[in-house]
């Protein structure tokens, strides 16, 4: 009996465990499945060395492999041609202190700055400065900089130019008030007929000097845009009447008649419209002082659609009856103070700077200025405007 009931017992004991253990050994349909552990991330990689692409950069930058340049901006793309990138600096810019800054790069010489002026199509100038890469010899890179100074320069030349131009041409008239207010004030002081003379011409001298400060700030005014170029367009149609209305009486006064010559479809232009009022004053002016008295100053606007690769323009000019300007004087006109007949100029009041500021202004327009004159015949001053 006790025999038989432990076996019972260790039979029942054996059931029980293979049951538990297949229990154990079946998936379970109501346990969650499985997850495989979460893979860590990677370790973040380190940044990338600090670097600013030359494209972000506004002034010219170029990347030399010796002397063959490897890349180039926009800036320095626009100052030295496409085609600069991928050639041999010694075929496309051939300026002499470029290339000998950069082969001193190139043999060893850490850094390399200085100032050079003529490159690209505007008399610029620019700081230069040669970086290079530690590699010397042929293979070795260089970071050329190019920094465009010319606006500072044009401005320190102004400055130094008014001084000298203003103590030189004020001096006269300054000298003429200074000599007949000392007269006034002692032998003529009760010449009442002395006096009014005195006056009257004192009177002239001042208005003189007023128009020369006012000319010289208005070229000054001119330089500091000069490479600043307009964007706004302009109807022309018109303008040459509003300056012939502005000097009206001068006309009338020299029995002249101002004959203008515009088409009635005549292209808009880009330019800055007070400025090329500016410029027919002065033109139309000059043609009052120098033509003679009853013959008629003619303005003529016509399209130019361009040629032999000239860009389409507008060609306004300004034509004259009179005694004409000898050839030898033409290059000259444009000058500061520059004057064929100094004493005529300055008793019709001229301050010899009204060729000048048109000069600059056309060439902040990008347009082109001719000057046409023959003896016994007159002149003709002809200037162009690029269309819209």
């Known amino acids: 009996m006790t025999s038989t009931g432990e076996t019972l017992l260790l039979t029942l004991a054996m059931l029980l465990v293979g049951l538990v253990l297949g229990r154990l050994s079946r998936p379970d349909a109501d346990a969650a499945p499985m997850v495989p552990a979460e893979t860590p991330p990677p370790p973040p990689a380190p940044p990338p060395p600090d670097r600013i692409h030359i494209d972000s950069l506004n002034d010219a930058v170029l990347i030399t492999q010796g002397s063959w340049v490897a890349a180039a901006n926009g800036a320095a793309r626009a100052l030295l041609g496409d085609r600069v990138v991928g050639s041999d600096l010694r075929l496309t810019v051939r300026h002499p202190v470029l290339l000998d800054a950069v082969e001193a790069v190139m043999a060893g010489k850490a850094v390399e700055d200085c100032e050079i002026s003529g490159l ?105 845009d000069k490479f600043i170029r307009p964007t706004q367009a302009l109807e022309l149609k018109g303008i040459a009447a509003e300056v012939g209305r502005t000097l009206a009486i001068r006309l009338d006064t020299d029995q002249r008649q101002l004959l203008i010559d515009e088409p009635a479809d005549l292209p808009r232009v880009i330019a800055d419209r007070d400025q090329i009022l500016q410029v027919l004053h002065n033109l139309v002016s000059n043609a009052l002082k120098y033509g003679r008295v009853g013959t008629p100053i003619r303005v003529s606007l016509v399209a130019d659609p361009g040629a032999a690769g000239r860009d389409p323009t507008v060609r306004i000019s ?25 004493q005529r100029s300055r008793t019709l009041g001229g301050t010899g700077l009204g060729l000048a500021i048109v000069k600059h202004i056309v060439e902040r327009h990008r347009g082109r200025l001719e000057i046409d004159s023959r003896l016994g015949e007159g002149t003709t001053v002809c200037f162009t405007l690029p269309l819209v």
């Open 318 to 342: 300004v034509a004259d009856h009179g005694e004409g300007i000898a050839p030898e004087h033409l290059p000259r006109l444009t000058e500061r103070f520059y004057r064929v007949d100094s």
């Open 120 to 224: 690209g199509n505007a008399n610029r100038s620019f700081r230069l400065r040669v970086v290079g890469d530690g590699a010397n010899g042929v293979g070795g890179r260089c970071l050329v900089l190019l920094d465009d100074v010319t606006q500072a320069k044009v401005t320190e030349r102004m400055r130094v130019d008014f001084v000298a131009n203003a103590s030189h041409e004020l001096r006269t008239p300054l000298a003429t008030l200074t000599g007949f207010i000392e007269t006034l004030q002692g032998p003529a002081a009760e010449d009442e007929p002395a006096r009014q003379r005195f006056l009257a011409i004192m009177a002239q001298e001042a208005d003189r000097m007023r128009r020369l400060i006012d000319d010289l700030m208005s070229l000054s005014r001119i330089e500091l």
